[in-house]
């Protein structure tokens, strides 16, 4: 039985390690991104898509329903990040991120109700340890996370009657394109792509019957400040 993946923010960085893993799963992807991403497999479904745009994400759901009737796994990784001092945050990237982190992945989820399997779908949302404590000079971005959490609990509890998983990844500073233009931060101090999916893969091939609400982890370091 084909088993059918969904993953947002795949055109680079982790979203694109965790595309290739699923696709070396045998999971068919679709994956969705703004500037597409080009990959020779058979199993694998591109979709051009601004989730932050109600419009484009209908355009989403039809390409979706024209080849598969549910989805196991869905993974909300699309995101943003910047770093600003308060002062120097526009209101223009603080909403940026809102939308972005927040209101994109509202959109995914709603749209996704109706392909979600009853005792099968897994949730798995890739937030940070930025959710849990600020930190000085994003917050646009923590806010986003700790927004984008209380969006997860509360959808967690309004499809617990369906037997749907919710798995909420945490990690500490991964060291991705996400931080080449940011200095003043020691790079051997994050975790590697490597180590990122080391707990991801761990998540995803879990037993059917457990979820991880809250998996926080980090470099040895500990947090990067």
């Known amino acids: 039985m084909e088993k059918y993946a969904l993953v947002t923010g ?54 979706v329903n024209q080849n598969t009737y549910g989805l196991h796994l869905i993974i909300n990784n699309a995101g943003i990040f910047e770093m600003a001092s308060l002062k120097e945050t526009t209101s223009e990237s603080f909403l940026d991120h809102l939308q972005t982190n927040v209101q994109g992945t509202f959109h995914v989820l709603r749209s996704m109700e109706d392909f979600l399997i009853e005792n099968e779908t897994h949730i798995v949302t890739i937030s940070s340890v930025a959710s849990k404590k600020g930190f000085a000079n994003v917050s646009a971005y923590c806010a986003s996370k700790f927004a984008l959490n209380g969006l997860i609990e509360s959808v967690r509890e309004e499809w617990k009657r369906l037997g749907v998983r919710f798995s909420t990844l945490k990690p500490g500073a991964i060291d991705t394109p996400l931080w080449d233009g940011v200095e003043d931060f020691d790079r051997e101090e994050m975790m590697t792509i490597e180590d990122f999916m080391h707990v991801f893969s761990m998540v995803v091939d879990s037993p059917p019957t457990m979820q991880f609400p809250e998996i926080s982890f980090m470099h040895k370091s500990g947090v990067l400040e």
């Open 10 to 63: 795949c055109s680079s960085g982790l979203g694109f390690e965790m595309v290739n893993w699923l696709l070396d799963e045998g999971y068919v992807v679709f994956g969705v991104s703004r500037s597409g991403l080009d990959i020779n497999n058979g199993n694998y479904i591109d979709i051009v898509c601004d989730i932050r745009d109600e419009d484009e994400v209908r355009e989403m759901v039809e390409m």
